[in-house]
T-cell receptor, first 114, second 113 residues
Framework: DAGVIQSPRHEVTEMGQEVTLRCKPISGHNSLFWYRQTMMRGLELLIYFNNNVPIDDSGMPEDRFSAKMPNASFSTLKIQPSEPRDSAVYFC????????????FGDGTRLSIL | SQKIEQNSEALNIQEGKTATLTCNYTNYSPAYLQWYRQDPGRGPVFLLLIRENEKEKRKERLKVTFDTTLKQSLFHITASQPADSATYLCALDRGNAGNMLTFGGGTRLMVKP
């Protein structure tokens, strides 16, 4: 079974540029999560979708961050404009809707903003 | 404020010994708690879930306990192997309708042969 697929795996770009991270959840999963992981702050939830609808975006740090889920098999996280402090590993995870089901993570996008 | 604390220092143990990792929390009333394993350059992988009404859960060489009075979970790996070396994260259910999780900072385990 294909797991959660994220692209790109690595992204290096200059400050001020737009960055788009992509995620394909596991087929049949209808909850999707975007996380950010840094050494200082650990794994932080940014936004949560259920049935393609954003349910909780309280973790999105600023208006420079936006996320969409146009259909059940695709989601994007966009940063515009990017800043050096956005450098982190960004993970996407999906899960069956039912409560307490485990989350399945992709292998992340390592983002470096110069 | 809500906190989840895992020992940020690496835990070094000898192969064959039992590794015990701790997850403490404050100002949470989780219905369940999950443990994940994370290898370098990879996303976290689910290992075990334990509910608030369960004291202990086992899976092969893994054992998790959950003490809601102490607000603590212990994660044990018996007969540890070098392949068990990884970072282990605990995650608590936030108790909200979305069943979102809050993750601890993780503890790095190093098993030496």
């Amino acid at each position: 079974d294909a797991g959660v697929i994220q692209s790109p795996r690595h992204e290096v770009t200059e400050m001020g540029q737009e960055v788009t991270l992509r995620c394909k959840p596991i087929s049949g999963h209808n909850s999707l999560f975007w996380y950010r992981q840094t050494m200082m702050r650990g794994l932080e939830l940014l936004i949560y979708f259920n049935n393609n609808v954003p349910i909780d975006d309280s973790g999105m740090p600023e208006d420079r961050f936006s996320a969409k889920m146009p259909n059940a098999s695709f989601s994007t996280l966009k940063i515009q404009p990017s800043e050096p402090r956005d450098s982190a590993v960004y993970f996407c995870a999906s899960r069956m809707r039912e409560s307490n089901q485990p989350q399945h993570f992709g292998d992340g996008t390592r983002l470096s903003i110069l | 404020s809500q906190k989840i604390e895992q020992n940020s220092e690496a835990l070094n143990i000898q192969e064959g010994k039992t590794a015990t990792l701790t997850c403490n929390y404050t100002n949470y009333s989780p219905a369940y708690l999950q443990w994940y394993r994370q290898d370098p350059g990879r996303g976290p992988v689910f290992l075990l879930l334990i509910r608030e009404n369960e004291k202990e859960k086992r899976k092969e060489r893994l054992k998790v306990t959950f003490d809601t009075t102490l607000k603590q979970s212990l994660f044990h790996i018996t007969a540890s192997q070098p392949a068990d070396s990884a970072t282990y994260l605990c995650a608590l259910d936030r108790g909200n309708a979305g069943n979102m999780l809050t993750f601890g900072g993780g503890t790095r385990l190093m098993v030496k042969p």
